[in-house]
């Protein structure tokens, strides 16, 4: 009962500050951070040395997939005959030469590549005539040739 009665009138000048208990709270709360986080200070020091190594190997692989990326694009803007990109160029130049895009997507590039070369050239256009149908054909060409006749006579009286 006594303890009851002490801790509920407890120190008056404790809670005004001036003096009393507010020391016994700051020496509950350690300020060694290895000795808030449980380890030794070595054990925490090489807690931290991991801590900041993953964080870089973390930052080069982001940095090395984003080049990669660039790549892939640069190499897009080449075959499309789009305008080349400074932020591309210096996120590969940052990431060095080691950067290499996938082979599979290198050789999606490079088919589609040959396959619009091959619709450009002169060959291309020939197979493309091979594949249309021979009969709508013939019948578009009749259809004009009786069109031009049938205007040439409104326009001239000697046919």
Not at 26 to 54: I, N, S
Not at 76 to 98: H, T, V, W
Not at 110 to 126: F, N, P, R, V, Y
Request: proline share 3%.
């Amino acid at each position: 009962m006594a303890f009851l009665i002490k801790s509920m009138i407890g120190n008056p000048l404790s809670g005004m500050g001036l003096g009393g208990g507010g020391d016994k709270e700051e020496e509950a709360t350690p300020t060694d951070p290895a000795k808030a986080a449980g380890m030794t200070r070595e054990e925490y020091e090489e807690y931290q040395k991991q801590l900041v190594e993953e964080k870089m190997e973390r930052d080069a692989d982001f940095l090395h997939k984003k080049a990669e990326r660039a790549t892939l694009r640069v190499c897009l803007r080449d075959k499309y005959r789009l305008p080349k990109s400074e932020q591309d160029e210096n996120m590969i130049e940052m990431a060095g030469d080691d950067v290499d895009v996938p082979e599979e997507l290198l050789k999606m590039v490079d088919e589609d590549a040959t396959e619009e070369e091959g619709k450009d050239s002169l060959m291309g256009q020939i197979q493309n005539l091979q594949n249309m149908d021979m009969d709508q054909l013939k019948e578009k060409a009749s259809a004009t040739v009786t069109e031009l006749k049938s205007k040439a006579e409104e326009k001239c009286s000697v046919m």
